[in-house]
């Protein structure tokens, strides 16, 4: 069973930062896509970063600029840095990845547990 391991959340004022860290553990051929998603209350689950295995990022306009994605591919972890940090911003964010258990395998997915960001004013 393959799961994704968050931590880094918390309560922060606004402009501040915080590090987001996930680690995907089980059995993993390889990771194609790992990444970060938020959701706010009342509102639909939408992407904030993610990184492909073969290299480049994306980023949701809203946070271009003040968020940073990397991740170790040896280790399978993803982290997200958080900078100038806006009350906008909280939500639960959620790790992500696309992945294979053998070489053999289809492609699947797996959400992690949550971690609650909120961002005082």
């Known amino acids: 069973q393959v799961e994704l391991v968050e931590s880094g959340g918390g309560l922060v004022q606004a402009g501040g930062s915080l590090r987001l860290s996930c680690a995907a553990t089980?059995?993993?051929?390889?990771?194609?896509?790992m990444g970060w998603y938020r959701q706010a209350p009342g509102k639909q689950r939408e992407l904030v970063a993610n990184i492909p295995v073969v290299g480049g990022t994306n980023y949701a306009d809203s946070v271009k600029g003040r968020f940073t994605i990397s991740r170790d591919n040896a280790k399978n972890t993803v982290v997200l840095q958080m900078n100038s940090l806006k009350p906008e911003d909280s939500a639960v964010y959620y790790c992500?990845?696309?992945?294979?258990?053998?070489?053999?395998?289809?492609?699947?997915?797996?959400w992690g547990q949550g971690t609650l960001v909120t961002v005082s004013s």
């Open positions: 089980g059995t993993i051929f390889s990771i194609h896509t």
């Open positions: 992500h990845a696309n992945y294979r258990r053998r070489i053999n395998s289809g492609w699947q997915e797996v």
